[in-house]
């Protein structure tokens, strides 16, 4: 019998997936590596020991819980599989918490050994639009497991380079290798992504990014609570893949700058 890991993207997912006949391990990813310190080496101790330091200060969140259900969760990938099915969306947050995944994997595991695919709700447009793999009954998860697509050394260089170019926060540098790179294989989501994260690192005139200045524009249109402007963001910017948390991190920014007051 085949050993099969299921690796799914935040807990969001699991109601969903449990509806499923799909057999195999589950482990879930509740990282966000698309905000906070990151260094190259993700299977270093100090990688994981910044993360923890970082989340916990950030979200209030106990250590302990931070090492049960993330730290802990990860020891899963030591197990040999011949099956590993990633199920990643397309937004940001999304896709640099896949290119973590695929480091992990390609350290830790003979990539000639299991075999790895790539599932992603934007491969199917007909599911009423939706956004997230938590909009998803257990039929739809199906659907989207038979139009998996399976990742080979290629794409696995490929996101190496991008996650390095990702560490790195150059944003000359990232935007030319996005633009030397016309074929992005089974991972054409990343490009997108990695565009959205360019705004991020360029700033305007006033020295703000693009997500601080979405938001300045938002509270300046009238809107003041903390969950309206998270939900004026979310309907445009979708991309950046924002949990109400992350958002709060760019407006206590622009309160502790004086911009804002909320």
């Excluded at 482990?27 to 966000?32: F, G, I, L, S, Y």
């Excluded at 200060?57 to 020891?75: A, C």
């Excluded at 918490?97 to 350290?107: A, K, T």
């Amino acid at each position: 019998m085949e050993n099969i890991l299921h690796i799914l993207n935040g807990d969001a997912a699991l109601d969903g997936f449990n509806q499923t006949g799909l057999d195999g391990d589950v482990m879930v990813w509740r990282e966000v590596l698309s905000e906070g310190p990151l260094q190259e080496n993700i299977l270093s101790g100090s990688f994981w020991s910044a993360r923890k330091k970082w989340i916990t200060e950030t979200f209030k969140e106990d250590p302990d819980t931070y090492q049960h259900k993330v730290i802990d969760e990860l020891g899963k990938l030591n197990s040999a599989y011949t099956e590993i099915n990633l199920w990643f969306e397309f937004d940001l947050h999304c896709q640099v918490n896949l290119l973590g995944v695929l480091q992990m994997l390609s350290h830790k595991t003979d990539m000639s050994a299991p075999a790895i695919y790539l599932i992603c709700l934007a491969d199917c447009v007909q599911f009423d639009n939706a956004k997230g793999l938590g909009e998803l009954n257990g039929e739809q998860f199906e659907e989207l497991y038979d139009a998996r697509e399976r990742l080979n050394e290629w794409e696995f260089e490929l996101a190496d380079e991008a996650w390095k170019l990702y560490i790195k926060n150059d944003a000359a540098e990232l935007q030319k290798w996005i633009d030397s790179n016309s074929f992005w294989g089974g991972v054409p989501l990343l490009k997108p992504a990695l565009q959205a994260h360019l705004k991020r690192l360029q700033t305007n005139e006033a020295g703000l990014n693009y997500v601080e200045q979405k938001l300045l524009d938002i509270y300046n249109s009238g809107i003041k609570t903390r969950h309206e402007i998270f939900v004026a963001f979310w309907k445009s910017d979708f991309i950046f893949g924002m949990g109400d948390s992350e958002v709060y991190i760019y407006l206590d920014k622009l309160q502790q700058k004086g911009i804002i007051e909320i």
